[in-house]
């Protein structure tokens, strides 16, 4: 059985209708969430869209998998959010309705976005619903994809930049669809191009058993921690004014990398753990002075960080990020970014680089899973 499923114009239509009942709710904020800006009915019906349709996709492939089942979606328009409402919120079975066995969450999984996830709190609602039992949530990560195989981006305003083409803009696309509205929307591509792609599905339990806790006020970091950084010495060979060559313990040709006091320019978190280099290579340190505000006081700090210098191909392991290769002839350095400077909730998370290791079933087979349990 497929894991995706084309994207209909009937799915558009639906998501349409949704993003403008919510609009309408009197209840529901319409302000950005970081921009704090009032936003018009356009950009609600496009902050949702997408979403929407990942959703209604979802369960066009559930059927697939288990034809003598109905799924309904959630399409209800709350006037408070519940984190505890699955997203499939009914079954009918031969011909019975009832509530689904299993908790599903479906989320958006474009490109741009490094965790899989869920905040502690949703976490704890969810595991209501199932009576505490973590194997019966499945959280399923689902894109939206051309048919080159391009991920569209959530289009939402503060969740990083929209990459998208501009005619594949899902609020046009709908448009276009329209045929009463003439050629106006002709620039937009066609529904038929897209299709809505499971990716991978986790369980509350693996993600209980090998998720970590990042707790509110502290930063939102990214497991890409490595780039490209200038040579430490100078032609001649002497090491550079900030730098100090590091003599580490190398056993079998692999160390662990000295990342306690790393802080630029996000402190190393501790939940990312020891890394593990194997290869030819030479590490350094670097420390400077900056001015950061501390506490609200503008403050002298210092700062470091660490830099391969890398001799040959380098593979640096980490049980819980996976591994980075780092191309020889290369120096590069480990710096630490946050797209959130100050998280509002705590998040129990997972690095999306490494999803593989906590995994070991195939999307399709547990698909096929959830669409005989529920």
């Not at 994207?7 to 949704?18: D, R, Y």
């Not at 986790?202 to 490209?228: H, M, R």
């Amino acid at each position: 059985m497929s894991l995706k499923t084309a994207l209909t114009s009937e799915m558009l239509e639906e998501a349409f209708e949704f993003g403008v009942k919510y609009y309408q709710n009197p209840d529901k904020v319409t302000r950005g969430r970081t921009s704090s800006q009032n936003r018009g009915l356009g950009a609600i019906i496009d902050a949702n869209i997408v979403g929407k349709v990942i959703e209604l996709g979802v369960n066009e492939i559930l059927k697939q998998h288990e034809k003598l089942k109905e799924f309904s979606p959630d399409m209800e328009i709350r006037s408070v959010f519940e984190y505890g409402q699955p997203d499939v919120v009914e079954i009918v079975e031969n011909g019975v309705k009832r509530k689904p066995k299993c908790f599903v969450e479906v989320k958006n999984s474009p490109k741009n976005f490094e965790w899989v996830g869920l905040y502690t709190t949703q976490f704890e609602d969810m595991k209501k619903f199932v009576g505490n039992d973590e194997e019966n949530i499945y959280i399923i990560y689902a894109s939206l994809r051309s048919k080159e195989g391009t991920i569209l981006e959530k289009s939402e305003e503060d969740e990083g930049a929209n990459e998208n083409k501009r005619e594949n803009d899902l609020l046009g696309i709908f448009l276009k669809s329209k045929k009463s509205l003439g050629d106006l929307f002709n620039f937009f591509e066609d529904a038929s191009n897209f299709s809505v792609n499971i990716d991978y599905v986790i369980t509350g339990k693996e993600l209980a058993d090998n998720g970590k806790v990042f707790p509110s006020g502290e930063p939102w970091p990214s497991p890409e921690i490595f780039q490209e950084g200038t040579k430490p010495y100078d032609a001649s060979g002497n090491v550079k004014k900030n730098f100090k060559r590091l003599s580490l313990n190398v056993k079998d040709g692999k160390c662990d990398l000295p990342t306690n006091g790393i802080n630029n320019s996000v402190p190393f978190p501790h939940q990312f753990g020891t890394l593990e280099c194997h290869g030819d290579f030479q590490a350094y340190e670097e420390t400077k002075n900056s001015w950061r505000k501390v506490d609200g006081v503008k403050t002298k700090t210092e700062l470091k960080t660490i830099f391969i210098d890398c001799k040959s191909d380098v593979v640096v392991k980490n049980k819980w990020l996976g591994e980075y290769h780092l191309e020889g002839k290369k120096v590069h350095r480990i710096k630490v970014g946050a797209k959130v400077a100050s998280k509002d909730r705590d998040d129990l998370s997972y690095p999306k680089r490494n999803i593989e290791s906590m995994v070991k079933i195939p999307p399709s087979e547990r698909i096929k899973e959830l669409a005989r349990k529920i």
